[in-house]
């Protein structure tokens, strides 16, 4: 069958999916805060009916009722969607619409989460290696996966497909060799969330390992380039705010708002998974946060540097995912749904299957915070879809020789020991975990805590998937720095 | 990724993909059959045997036969674990979580019935020869077409019913059919008369091909009957298979004598001609036309608008619908018409039988003209002709356009039934997913020879795209929206009637043409 065809059953395969997720429970919550759903309308709200420059403002806009806490390009967008005014006038009346659901609003917000798909399709067909089959199946599961289908559409908190869709167009224009374009794309994608400042270390080396390699004259014009494309794109969106320099301070201090705790609820990092050990929340105190960045810092050190001296495609991929990872593991203030910002281990799906959706299961895996908003059914269906069809179509199994999952590394650093099939190894290590997350599910749903450990089940959870990660981010650190895939071996892989 | 895809492990994906998605859409809209198929549960599980066809306390009655009751009885032990209050009789409209979770997955545990048909109908298919990549096999087309139909899939898993496990179950006996194992047919099709009567539309080709292919075993060597060869054993054999199901179905309720009762719950002709929206069959047309004339007719002042029955075409939901100019339809008149449009392809198979494929033909036109002619014909009922025509359409050519022009046809109908706006984008999606594998699958198929459809049909398939994108999107937002809420409904089953209509006499002259030379398939 053609591939246009395909490319279209795939898609909208995708589009149903979201849809049908979206058809469950919501982030409705209870009242007087109304959930997230709210939070978006109250957005539309204000940015309707306020001026520009009181949108991050206390004057006529409340904002410890779900203030506008990100930075203006999802502002604007707020107001864009606004504009349904001309639909149903009764969405955006200011003060008067708190709590108000409508089916056709839902509709109308979800229409608008697009960037996403058209990126990724690109991505599969043009920067994937292998048969059109492999590229539509690669496609299916890169589309299929359930972490951002469930936080966008089911549990709907907010526009993650935006900004990770600015960000994967970014991605694309960068491995298209369009530095400039790709420049300008992660610039929106960072204007319209500060989350993406995960990705933006690798951005930044790989471009200026380019730069550094580029010849003499070439490296200057690259960067200027470069640099003005970024510079200008900040202030084409920042404009409203830059006549008034303590404006522009309000903006950042709402952007990031240090005055929050360590972390919050259970999320499967570091440092929540310390606390259970030690008790690192009332040890370490505000000023601290200097610690933190260190830590992060550290962590990200290795990738970067990496790629800073090869700025090749492949390590720039590898280093969006060491980077998120580090940052959602060692920062400050983390969010459990932070974890999709490691989305970009979807870009390894073709190259890495097995470990891909090992680690895409994991990031799944935040079961508490689903069990809250009643989407136990969409998780556990979009989870064991994505499963199956993503070791079915991939033949992820098939494909796991010491060779192919480049464990080569690991022979080297684990030479202590008895000489073992690795390959092996981590087959029978993925059927245990899967059996183990598995289980855990069941057992969280079914079964009551006993009453002194009320948080029993969230807590093992968490730090099960903080076990995950930490693996996934060692693991790739060693891919990172053993050698790239050769030709033959990429050969093989058709 | 070849290999694993071609050991056959893809049959068990599609099955377990498209399960995957039914859960999705545990949540969306249903209609009131969900309301009807609770208050049977209700009804099975808190009354006696003999007060199940009286009972009529929500207005909802019991009016499919005996088995199918005994199916809810059934399903009802296993609701009690889900939620008590739903076997309430009294609990009219209920439908808490559980209710609903329940209902759904019952509806999607049933469709194993049908996967395990479409796994039997995709044995019988004839593969071609050569080793082609799976996408490009018969097998798979047809395992797409059957378990991820549009149709089935609203129909069932969103609008509510129990259309797949039905469905399956004349799928299996068709299959067995082509496998030539004719009395396994002959119990499933029995059981299934008796799970839902609305399958006596297809009795006629069963009745008639089983006694010409089964009971006489021999033909002469032009293909005409052998009356010597007339077997009684064998017809002893299916009479007794029919007589047995139905005195387990009916048994009972004849020896409680509620027997007319009963039947007086699985005929209601006090019905109007046309459901509440109109089946896109000929008294559609035939009601446009009635309406057009009499427009017509005040106009060039023919007749007096005081004199025309008020016809409430302007409101919302047409339930009675008497016509003005031309003559008003009743049931047996319907009958009739009927009856006409099946004897010929009836007809044929007694004279000139061409095997189980023309069975399976007669089958489609029977269901086909019960469609196009029948009194209080529901929309959904397109479905009997597009399944088992899904067969065909792998096969030869000459279906594969049939078929995508009757399938286009009949789901576009099937619209006006999810009419929410959440569920919009579903239904468009889904809609456009299974149009475009299926022309894109059977062109593939039949490649080589040109064309698959003819200009004109083309042009009628866009105009499809109009008339959705002009209902969907352009009538809510015109000034018409008040005052003839009905258009949108009407234009879409009269465009549809066409197609139909179109799809229909294609069929027949396919079955006549054949009858010129039979072959043995």
Same mark, same amino acid.
């Given at each position: 069958?053609?591939?246009?065809?395909?490319v279209s059953?795939?898609?909208?395969?995708?589009v149903?999916v979201?849809?049908g997720?979206?058809?469950?429970?919501?982030?409705?919550?209870?009242?007087p805060?109304? /959930?997230?759903?709210?939070a978006?309308?109250?957005?539309q709200?204000?940015?309707?009916?306020?001026p520009l420059?009181?949108?991050f403002?206390t @004057?006529d806009?409340?904002?410890?009722y779900w203030g506008?806490?990100y930075?203006?390009?999802t502002?604007?967008?707020s107001?864009?969607?606004?504009?349904?005014?001309i639909?149903?006038p009764?969405?955006?009346e200011?003060?008067?619409?708190?709590?108000y659901?409508s089916p056709?609003?839902?509709?109308?917000m979800r229409t608008?989460?697009?960037?996403?798909?058209?990126?990724?399709?690109?991505?599969?067909?043009?920067?994937?290696?292998g048969?059109?089959?492999?590229?539509?199946?690669?496609?299916?599961?890169f589309l299929?996966y359930?972490g951002?289908?469930l936080?966008?559409?089911?549990?709907?908190?907010r526009?993650?497909?935006?900004?990770?869709?600015f960000a994967?167009w970014?991605i694309?224009?960068l491995g298209?060799?369009?530095d400039?374009s /790709?420049s300008?794309?992660?610039?929106?994608?960072?204007?319209?969330?500060?989350m993406e400042?995960?990705?933006?270390?690798?951005f930044f080396c790989?471009?200026l390992?380019?730069?550094?390699?580029?010849?003499?004259?070439?490296r200057l014009?690259?960067l200027?380039?470069?640099?003005a494309?970024?510079l200008?794109?900040?202030?084409?969106?920042w404009?409203?705010?830059?006549?008034d320099p303590?404006?522009?301070?309000?903006?950042?201090?709402r952007i990031f708002p240090?005055?929050?705790?360590?972390?919050? =609820?259970?999320v499967?990092?570091?440092?929540?998974?310390?606390?259970?050990?030690?008790k690192?929340r009332?040890i370490?105190s /505000?000023?601290?946060?200097?610690y933190l960045l260190a830590?992060t810092?550290? !962590?990200?050190?290795p990738?970067?540097?990496?790629?800073?001296?090869?700025?090749?495609?492949w390590?720039?991929?590898?280093?969006?995912?060491?980077?998120?990872?580090?940052?959602?593991?060692?920062s400050y203030q983390?969010?459990?749904?932070?974890?999709?910002?490691? !989305?970009?281990?979807? &870009?390894?799906?073709?190259?890495?299957p097995l470990?891909a959706i090992w680690f895409?299961?994991?990031?799944?895996?935040?079961?508490p915070?689903?069990l809250?908003d009643g989407? &136990?059914?969409?998780?556990?269906?979009?989870?064991?879809?994505?499963?199956?069809?993503?070791?079915y179509?991939?033949?992820?199994? =098939?494909?796991?020789s010491? =060779?192919e999952?480049r464990?080569g590394?690991?022979?080297?650093?684990?030479?202590?020991?008895p000489?073992m099939?690795?390959?092996h190894?981590v087959?029978?290590?993925?059927?245990?975990?899967?059996?183990?997350m !598995?289980?855990?599910?069941?057992?969280s749903i079914?079964l009551v805590?006993?009453?002194?450990?009320?948080?029993l089940?969230?807590?093992?959870?968490?730090? @099960?998937?903080?076990?995950?990660?930490?693996?996934?981010?060692v693991?790739?650190?060693v891919?990172?720095?053993?050698?790239p895939p050769?030709?033959?071996?990429?050969k093989k892989n058709n | 990724?070849?290999?694993?895809?071609d050991s056959?492990?893809w049959f068990? +994906?599609?099955a377990?993909?498209v399960s995957f998605?039914?859960c999705?859409?545990?949540?969306a809209?249903h209609s009131?059959?969900?309301e009807?198929?609770?208050n049977?549960?209700?009804?099975t599980?808190?009354?006696?045997?003999?007060?199940?066809?009286?009972?009529n306390?929500?207005?909802?009655t019991?009016?499919?036969p005996p088995?199918?009751?005994?199916?809810?009885?059934?399903l009802s032990h296993?609701?009690?674990?889900?939620?008590?209050n739903m076997l309430?009789?009294?609990?009219?409209?209920?439908?808490?979580p559980s209710?609903? $979770?329940?209902?759904?997955?019952?509806?999607?545990?049933t469709?194993?019935v049908?996967?395990?048909?479409a796994?039997?109908?995709?044995?019988c298919?004839?593969?071609?020869?050569?080793?082609?990549?799976?996408l490009?096999?018969?097998?798979f087309?047809?395992?797409v077409l059957?378990l991820w139909?549009?149709?089935?899939?609203?129909v069932d898993?969103i609008h509510?019913?129990?259309?797949g496990f039905l469905?399956?179950v004349?799928l299996?006996?068709v299959?067995k059919h082509?496998?030539?194992?004719?009395l396994q047919?002959?119990l499933l099709f029995?059981i299934?008369?008796?799970l839902?009567?609305?399958?006596?539309?297809?009795?006629?080709?069963y009745?008639?091909?089983l006694?010409?292919?089964?009971?006489?075993t021999?033909d002469?060597?032009?293909?005409?009957i052998r009356?010597?060869?007339?077997?009684?054993?064998?017809?002893l054999?299916?009479?007794?298979?029919v007589?047995?199901?139905?005195?387990?179905?009916?048994?009972?309720?004849i020896?409680?004598g509620?027997?007319p009762q009963?039947?007086?719950?699985l005929f209601p002709?006090?019905?109007?001609l046309c459901?509440a929206?109109?089946?896109?069959?000929?008294?559609?047309?035939?009601?446009?036309l009635d309406?057009?004339?009499a427009?017509l007719?005040?106009?060039?002042? %023919?007749l007096?608008?005081?004199?025309?029955?008020?016809a409430?075409?302007t409101?919302?939901?047409v339930q009675e619908?008497?016509?003005?100019? %031309?003559?008003?339809?009743?049931p047996?008149?319907?009958?009739?018409c009927?009856?006409l449009?099946i004897?010929?392809?009836?007809a044929?198979i007694w %004279?000139r039988p061409?095997?189980?494929?023309?069975f399976l033909?007669c $089958?489609l036109?029977?269901? $086909?003209g019960?469609f196009m002619?029948?009194w209080?014909?529901?929309?959904?009922?397109v479905?009997?002709?597009?399944?088992?025509?899904s067969?065909l359409a792998?096969e030869?050519?000459e279906?594969a356009?049939i078929?995508?022009v009757?399938?286009?046809?009949g789901?576009?109908s099937l619209?006006?039934?999810?009419?929410?706006?959440?569920?919009?984008?579903?239904?468009?999606?889904l809609?456009?997913?299974?149009?475009?594998?299926s022309f894109?699958?059977?062109r593939?198929?039949?490649?080589g020879q040109g064309?698959?459809l003819?200009?004109l049909?083309?042009?009628?398939?866009?105009?499809?795209?109009?008339?959705a994108?002009?209902?969907?999107v352009v009538?809510?937002?015109?000034?018409?929206?008040q005052?003839l809420p009905?258009?949108?409904?009407l +234009?879409?089953?009269?465009?549809?009637?066409?197609?139909?209509?179109?799809s229909f006499?294609?069929?027949?002259?396919? %079955?006549?043409q054949?009858d010129?030379?039979p072959?043995?398939?």
């Amino acid at each position: 069958m053609q591939t246009w065809s395909l490319v279209s059953i795939c898609v909208l395969l995708g589009v149903v999916v979201r849809w049908g997720v979206s058809l469950n429970s919501y982030s409705a919550g209870k009242p007087p805060m109304f /959930g997230d759903y709210e939070a978006q309308r109250h957005w539309q709200e204000v940015t309707y009916n306020l001026p520009l420059q009181e949108y991050f403002n206390t @004057t006529d806009n409340d904002l410890n009722y779900w203030g506008l806490d990100y930075p203006p390009l999802t502002a604007y967008h707020s107001w864009i969607c606004a504009y349904a005014k001309i639909i149903n006038p009764d969405w955006v009346e200011l003060h008067k619409s708190r709590g108000y659901e409508s089916p056709t609003h839902k509709l109308f917000m979800r229409t608008t989460l697009l960037i996403y798909i058209p990126a990724v399709v690109l991505y599969c067909l043009y920067l994937t290696d292998g048969s059109s089959k492999k590229k539509i199946s690669t496609l299916l599961c890169f589309l299929l996966y359930p972490g951002l289908i469930l936080i966008d559409y089911g549990h709907f908190i907010r526009y993650n497909g935006v900004s990770l869709g600015f960000a994967l167009w970014g991605i694309l224009a960068l491995g298209l060799g369009w530095d400039v374009s /790709g420049s300008m794309a992660f610039s929106l994608a960072l204007n319209y969330k500060q989350m993406e400042l995960y990705h933006a270390l690798p951005f930044f080396c790989y471009l200026l390992g380019k730069c550094i390699k580029a010849g003499p004259m070439g490296r200057l014009f690259l960067l200027v380039r470069i640099a003005a494309t970024v510079l200008a794109t900040f202030a084409l969106c920042w404009l409203p705010f830059l006549s008034d320099p303590s404006q522009a301070l309000q903006v950042v201090r709402r952007i990031f708002p240090v005055a929050r705790g360590l972390f919050e =609820d259970k999320v499967a990092n570091t440092w929540c998974s310390l606390n259970t050990l030690i008790k690192i929340r009332s040890i370490l105190s /505000g000023d601290s946060q200097l610690y933190l960045l260190a830590c992060t810092f550290l !962590a990200v050190l290795p990738a970067s540097f990496r790629l800073l001296t090869k700025p090749t495609f492949w390590h720039f991929k590898l280093a969006l995912v060491n980077s998120s990872l580090a940052f959602f593991l060692f920062s400050y203030q983390v969010h459990e749904k932070s974890i999709l910002l490691a !989305a970009p281990v979807c &870009l390894l799906l073709n190259d890495l299957p097995l470990i891909a959706i090992w680690f895409l299961q994991a990031s799944t895996f935040m079961l508490p915070l689903f069990l809250k908003d009643g989407l &136990l059914v969409p998780y556990v269906v979009t989870s064991l879809a994505f499963l199956f069809f993503s070791l079915y179509l991939l033949s992820a199994l =098939d494909h796991c020789s010491e =060779d192919e999952l480049r464990m080569g590394a690991y022979n080297k650093l684990l030479f202590f020991l008895p000489k073992m099939d690795l390959a092996h190894v981590v087959r029978w290590k993925f059927y245990i975990s899967v059996a183990v997350m !598995a289980v855990l599910s069941i057992v969280s749903i079914a079964l009551v805590p006993p009453p002194h450990l009320p948080d029993l089940f969230p807590v093992l959870v968490s730090t @099960t998937a903080f076990l995950h990660f930490f693996g996934t981010f060692v693991y790739f650190n060693v891919v990172q720095f053993s050698e790239p895939p050769s030709r033959k071996s990429q050969k093989k892989n058709n | 990724m070849a290999a694993r895809v071609d050991s056959g492990f893809w049959f068990p +994906a599609l099955a377990l993909g498209v399960s995957f998605l039914k859960c999705l859409f545990i949540n969306a809209y249903h209609s009131t059959d969900f309301e009807v198929h609770r208050n049977w549960l209700a009804i099975t599980h808190s009354l006696p045997v003999s007060r199940w066809y009286h009972e009529n306390t929500s207005e909802w009655t019991l009016d499919y036969p005996p088995l199918f009751a005994w199916f809810e009885f059934g399903l009802s032990h296993v609701a009690q674990h889900f939620d008590r209050n739903m076997l309430q009789v009294e609990n009219l409209h209920y439908a808490s979580p559980s209710t609903v $979770l329940f209902q759904r997955l019952s509806v999607i545990f049933t469709d194993v019935v049908f996967i395990y048909a479409a796994k039997e109908c995709c044995r019988c298919v004839q593969e071609q020869k050569g080793s082609q990549d799976v996408l490009n096999r018969p097998s798979f087309v047809l395992a797409v077409l059957l378990l991820w139909n549009f149709g089935l899939l609203i129909v069932d898993h969103i609008h509510f019913q129990y259309n797949g496990f039905l469905f399956g179950v004349l799928l299996l006996s068709v299959a067995k059919h082509l496998q030539s194992q004719h009395l396994q047919g002959a119990l499933l099709f029995a059981i299934l008369l008796n799970l839902k009567h609305i399958y006596l539309y297809v009795a006629p080709a069963y009745g008639i091909y089983l006694l010409r292919s089964y009971c006489f075993t021999q033909d002469n060597k032009d293909g005409s009957i052998r009356w010597m060869s007339f077997s009684p054993l064998r017809l002893l054999a299916l009479g007794s298979i029919v007589v047995s199901v139905c005195a387990l179905s009916f048994g009972p309720f004849i020896a409680m004598g509620q027997l007319p009762q009963v039947l007086s719950r699985l005929f209601p002709f006090k019905r109007g001609l046309c459901h509440a929206y109109w089946a896109p069959n000929i008294w559609a047309l035939y009601s446009v036309l009635d309406k057009g004339l009499a427009v017509l007719g005040v106009r060039l002042k %023919l007749l007096e608008e005081a004199e025309l029955p008020r016809a409430s075409m302007t409101g919302g939901l047409v339930q009675e619908f008497q016509h003005s100019v %031309l003559l008003s339809v009743s049931p047996s008149a319907t009958l009739v018409c009927t009856l006409l449009s099946i004897l010929p392809a009836v007809a044929s198979i007694w %004279l000139r039988p061409c095997g189980a494929r023309g069975f399976l033909r007669c $089958l489609l036109l029977c269901a $086909l003209g019960s469609f196009m002619f029948g009194w209080h014909v529901h929309e959904k009922a397109v479905l009997i002709a597009i399944l088992p025509l899904s067969i065909l359409a792998v096969e030869s050519r000459e279906d594969a356009r049939i078929f995508l022009v009757l399938t286009t046809t009949g789901h576009y109908s099937l619209f006006p039934l999810l009419f929410t706006p959440a569920e919009l984008p579903i239904k468009v999606s889904l809609m456009l997913m299974f149009t475009i594998f299926s022309f894109t699958a059977l062109r593939k198929l039949h490649s080589g020879q040109g064309p698959l459809l003819r200009p004109l049909e083309v042009i009628y398939l866009l105009g499809l795209v109009v008339v959705a994108i002009a209902c969907e999107v352009v009538f809510p937002l015109s000034p018409w929206q008040q005052r003839l809420p009905f258009l949108p409904l009407l +234009a879409t089953s009269v465009y549809c009637s066409v197609g139909v209509c179109y799809s229909f006499l294609r069929l027949y002259v396919r %079955l006549l043409q054949r009858d010129d030379k039979p072959k043995q398939l």
